[in-house]
């Protein structure tokens, strides 16, 4: 935690000081804007599904539909951005009307959106590239970010600086709470998605491994929330192998698996397949997916062994 004193460092002021180019600044702070709206959509925003109308008539949108379009309008008026892709449209837009944008964008407006219903934390996740192509793969981000809609609203970036946190405060600003987050080498945490009776033999012995060193499950079926405990507590290795059925497991490169891997990355940990560093898998599909074991580097070399028996 940074010291009381420095909690006035906002985010603008922070991106500013730490080099970040003056236009990658501006976007990442129209994004942090838009979450704003998003966090008051999750809040207190109709539960209903998307096409439904509430008691009065109106029409109701499902709270991923309305997180899709605060963050794409946002994204759209900053004069900024040449392409937006959402994980909730499954297509390449184009929204550079006066061809002034520099980057594009590509993110997932609110990940893990059924677990608001039982009032769980979620979160939206965003990746930036420098240029009109959003399957550039993911070392080439220019920039990543992800929002936690917790108890506290919360927001991790990076822009090649390290990693920083920020909360947002009384006044609607994020403000610093920990700078260049680092991991640790090994953790005690395993955060393991997908079901046990579908383990793969050598992901299903890492998991016994991980338990009989005592490691503590950890997992409420939001990614945003899942790794950003591991990430923050600086320890532990969360997991979408593949399973019988799902040779590329469930989560999503473009907007999930790269923007997480790189923030996991410049905080010191690793992201890898079980074979491949994920930010080296060659991405040709939005909907392209791929097993995922991220955390702790000397945990994701270990699961290697065992993916190799
Ligand atoms: O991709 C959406 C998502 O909800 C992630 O946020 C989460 O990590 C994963 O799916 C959970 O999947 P499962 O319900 O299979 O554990």
């Known amino acids: 935690m940074v010291p009381i004193e420095s909690r006035d460092m906002d985010l603008r002021r922070h991106l500013r000081e730490s080099g970040i180019e003056p236009k990658l600044r501006g976007l990442i702070c129209e994004i942090a804007e838009a979450t704003k709206y998003v966090i008051n959509a999750v809040r207190t925003g109709d539960l209903g599904m998307a096409g439904t109308s509430n008691l009065y008539g109106e029409e109701q949108l499902a709270l991923d539909v309305l997180s899709d379009r605060i963050i794409s309008d946002r994204l759209e008026n900053s004069g900024l951005v040449i392409n937006i892709s ?58 990543a970010l992800f929002v936690v809609y917790g108890p506290r609203t919360t927001l991790i970036y990076s822009a090649k600086k390290g990693v920083h946190e920020f909360a947002l405060n009384h006044l609607g600003d994020f403000t610093l709470m920990r700078e ?27 998991i016994d491994f991980l ?95 065992f993916l190799k028996e």
């Open 86 to 143: 959402s994980e909730e449209k499954d297509i390449i837009v184009n929204v550079d009307s006066d061809n002034n944008g520099l980057f594009s964008v590509a993110f997932d407006p609110l990940d893990g959106s059924s677990l608001v219903d039982v009032n769980l934390a979620v979160g939206s996740i965003f990746s930036i590239y420098k240029g009109e192509n959003i399957l550039q793969g993911g070392r080439k981000q220019a920039a």
């Open 180 to 206: 260049k987050i680092q991991m640790k080498d090994t953790g005690k945490i395993y955060s393991p998605g997908g079901l046990r009776s579908k383990y793969l033999p050598g992901h299903k012995k890492f």
């Open 211 to 305: 338990e009989k060193r005592g490691s503590k499950l950890r997992y409420s079926g939001g990614l945003v929330p899942d790794i950003n405990q591991i990430l923050l507590k600086g320890e532990g290795i969360f997991m979408y192998p593949a399973l019988q059925g799902a040779p590329h497991g469930k989560l999503r490169l473009l907007f999930e698996l790269y923007p997480m891997a790189f923030i996991v990355e410049q905080a010191g940990g690793s992201a890898s397949t079980g074979k491949t560093g994920i930010l080296d898998v060659k991405i040709d599909n939005l909907d392209q997916r791929a097993p995922v074991y991220i955390g702790c580097k000397n945990d994701v070399e270990k699961v290697k062994d």
